[in-house]
């Protein structure tokens, strides 16, 4: 469904997603944010796990 919101009619979807499979299969790019801050982003195929890990960990 998001997809063809994407490709039929042209709209632009933000995502605010925790769960990367899902994010890394509708997304086309990613923003990690910190505290409001964006401190990566690019092609969803540059969505690393080493970046994952530097960023996301807790």
Do not use: W
């Not at 505290?35 to 994952?52: T, Y």
């Amino acid at each position: 469904m998001i997809r063809q919101l994407i490709n039929e009619d042209g709209l632009t979807v933000l995502l605010v997603e925790q769960k990367l499979p899902f994010a890394r299969k509708y997304a086309d790019r990613f923003v990690i944010m910190d505290r409001g801050r964006p401190v990566a982003n690019g092609d969803i195929g540059e969505l690393s796990d080493q970046l994952i890990q530097q960023h996301l960990t807790v």
